[in-house]
């Protein structure tokens, strides 16, 4: 039998991208996700089994959640169905669980591979339900966005989650070495070039094998300045509006409630490189300053609000030096929740009480009815007292008194708490009783 010519549509094998020429098979091969995959670990225990359960894969980009699906179907004798959420839509859906069910009949089971299953609405999400309960489908979902955000509670009830992790410095050398022995060359980089090259795919394999493609043919030496000039720098990753923005604003937040100030300017530069607004930040920073530190320093929230006011003044980059002074003056500021929780316990208070009015002596009497109605009797003029505190009584008449703002001995508020001490200690006395009172 004659060979059949070659096909107009056939793809010389070093014409693939090298990110697909350089894809694991066997989940042996795969790089930086051991917690996982290793015999012991919870997707290996199931590969050994061959007894998969439906699966939210979630990591970054690059990290090899496709990879992954496409070998547990291999290594599963499984039928191996792709879908892009982005581009699929109900009609496709329909079309791969028909096919699942004809499967299943002549017992072929289905791994249906859903790439970027977050972008399903709930609908959507909602018509997988009966197919991965009667085992006509397993579904193995990729995301990059926090499944407990982004997916239905009844579809995540019936899936395990695995967390993928960013690809390390030491999985990402592996892949340059796996790819120059494919290539057959070492990469024309020196030492300095080639950990920058690390750096530059910040934990995505995929971006790392498609800058070796860029990388291989420049003449050599390349050092990380030529490195810089002939590659872009992957964009960090962040996304205003979804978890890396909550996360990053956690971290700052957390950072300076810790009194770290060099991890919290950290988080500062990562949240302005990933093109946060800085008034956004400033909003933020605000908040901490009354609600981590309060009393303890007062001179906070006015240090974040001056930051907020110099970066409307001048804008970026010149104002975000203001955001950075203001940060450091949080992180190292004494720290007190004491107007926080104060707050917290009067707003309860406030609610269990209804509507009590104020005790009579401490309402203006601007007309005669009022004061023949007892309004501002017996009413004490505290400065005019011996002591400028008259121990009177300002709490509903029909509530007793309670202690909402409890202040710390951190900062200034060490002194707020020596004060209202001594006027416990004369309330207890009665203080004032009797002296300086007045009409209003």
Same mark, same amino acid.
């Given at each position: 039998?004659?060979?059949?010519?070659?096909?107009?549509?056939?793809?010389?094998?070093?014409?693939?991208?090298?990110?697909?020429?350089?894809?694991?098979?066997?989940?042996?091969?795969?790089?930086?996700?051991?917690?996982?995959?290793?015999?012991?670990?919870?997707?290996?225990?199931?590969?050994?089994?061959?007894?998969?359960?439906?699966?939210?894969?979630?990591?970054?980009?690059?990290?090899?959640?496709?990879?992954?699906?496409?070998?547990?179907?291999?290594?599963?004798?499984?039928?191996?169905?792709?879908?892009?959420?982005?581009?699929?839509?109900?009609?496709?859906?329909?079309?791969?669980? $028909?096919?699942?069910?004809?499967?299943?009949?002549?017992?072929?089971?289905?791994? /249906?591979?859903?790439?970027?299953?977050?972008?399903?609405?709930?609908?959507?999400?909602?018509?997988?339900?009966?197919?991965?309960?009667?085992?006509?489908?397993?579904?193995?979902?990729?995301?990059?966005?926090?499944?407990?955000?982004?997916?239905?509670?009844?579809?995540?009830?019936?899936?395990?989650?695995?967390?993928?992790?960013?690809?390390?410095?030491?999985?990402?050398?592996?892949?340059?070495?796996?790819?120059?022995?494919? /290539?057959?060359?070492?990469?024309?980089?020196?030492?300095?070039?080639?950990?920058?090259?690390?750096?530059?795919?910040?934990?995505?394999?995929?971006?790392?094998?498609?800058?070796?493609?860029?990388?291989?043919?420049?003449?050599?030496?390349?050092?990380?300045?030529?490195?810089?000039?002939?590659?872009?720098?992957?964009?960090?990753?962040?996304?205003?509006?979804?978890?890396?923005?909550?996360?990053?604003?956690?971290?700052?937040?957390?950072?300076?409630?810790?009194?770290?100030?060099?991890?919290?300017?950290?988080?500062?530069?990562?949240?302005?490189?990933?093109?946060?607004?800085?008034?956004?930040?400033?909003?933020?920073?605000?908040?901490?300053?009354?609600?981590?530190?309060?009393?303890?320093?007062?001179?906070?929230?006015?240090?974040?609000?001056?930051?907020?006011?110099?970066?409307?003044?001048?804008?970026?980059?010149?104002?975000?030096?203001?955001?950075? $002074?203001?940060?450091?003056?949080?992180?190292?500021?004494?720290?007190?929740?004491?107007?926080?929780?104060?707050?917290?316990?009067?707003?309860?208070?406030?609610?269990?009480?209804?509507?009590?009015?104020?005790?009579?002596?401490?309402?203006?009497?601007?007309?005669?009815?009022?004061?023949?109605?007892?309004?501002?009797?017996?009413?004490?003029?505290?400065?005019?007292?011996?002591?400028?505190?008259?121990?009177?009584?300002?709490?509903?008449?029909?509530?007793?008194?309670?202690?909402?703002?409890?202040?710390?001995?951190?900062?200034?508020?060490?002194?707020?708490?020596?004060?209202?001490?001594?006027?416990?200690? /004369?309330?207890?006395?009665?203080?004032?009783?009797?002296?300086?009172?007045?009409?209003?």
């Amino acid at each position: 039998m004659s060979e059949l010519p070659p096909s107009l549509f056939d793809v010389d094998d070093a014409s693939r991208p090298l990110a697909d020429r350089l894809r694991p098979h066997t989940l042996a091969d795969v790089v930086g996700q051991d917690h996982l995959l290793a015999q012991d670990a919870p997707i290996g225990r199931m590969v050994a089994a061959q007894r998969l359960v439906s699966m939210i894969l979630w990591g970054p980009p690059g990290c090899g959640k496709t990879t992954i699906a496409r070998l547990l179907a291999e290594q599963t004798n499984l039928a191996f169905e792709p879908l892009s959420a982005t581009f699929s839509g109900v009609a496709d859906l329909r079309k791969v669980f $028909q096919a699942a069910q004809r499967r299943r009949e002549i017992g072929q089971g289905t791994l /249906l591979f859903v790439d970027e299953i977050h972008r399903f609405n709930r609908a959507q999400q909602d018509s997988f339900l009966p197919y991965v309960e009667d085992g006509t489908i397993v579904l193995v979902g990729a995301t990059t966005e926090n499944p407990s955000f982004e997916l239905n509670g009844a579809l995540l009830s019936r899936c395990q989650v695995f967390v993928l992790k960013r690809l390390d410095d030491a999985a990402l050398g592996i892949l340059i070495t796996r790819a120059e022995e494919l /290539l057959g060359a070492s990469l024309p980089l020196d030492d300095d070039a080639r950990q920058a090259l690390i750096a530059m795919a910040d934990g995505d394999g995929r971006y790392l094998l498609n800058m070796i493609e860029q990388v291989q043919s420049l003449p050599a030496p390349v050092d990380s300045a030529a490195l810089a000039a002939a590659v872009q720098k992957r964009a960090p990753l962040y996304d205003k509006s979804q978890e890396g923005h909550y996360n990053l604003i956690s971290a700052l937040h957390k950072s300076m409630r810790g009194s770290d100030p060099d991890a919290a300017l950290y988080w500062l530069a990562r949240m302005l490189a990933g093109g946060e607004d800085p008034l956004f930040i400033a909003r933020r920073i605000t908040r901490f300053a009354t609600e981590d530190i309060g009393m303890a320093d007062p001179n906070a929230v006015q240090q974040a609000l001056a930051a907020w006011d110099v970066y409307e003044r001048l804008g970026s980059p010149e104002g975000e030096l203001a955001i950075a $002074q203001a940060v450091l003056y949080l992180a190292t500021a004494p720290k007190s929740i004491g107007v926080y929780r104060g707050f917290s316990r009067a707003n309860a208070a406030a609610k269990r009480t209804g509507s009590l009015m104020p005790p009579a002596h401490i309402l203006n009497a601007p007309t005669r009815m009022m004061k023949d109605l007892g309004y501002g009797k017996g009413y004490q003029y505290d400065p005019d007292t011996e002591t400028g505190f008259s121990g009177a009584n300002y709490f509903p008449d029909d509530m007793a008194r309670e202690t909402f703002y409890e202040p710390t001995e951190n900062g200034y508020e060490r002194n707020v708490a020596e004060r209202l001490r001594q006027w416990a200690k /004369l309330r207890d006395q009665g203080a004032g009783d009797g002296k300086a009172a007045a009409d209003d």
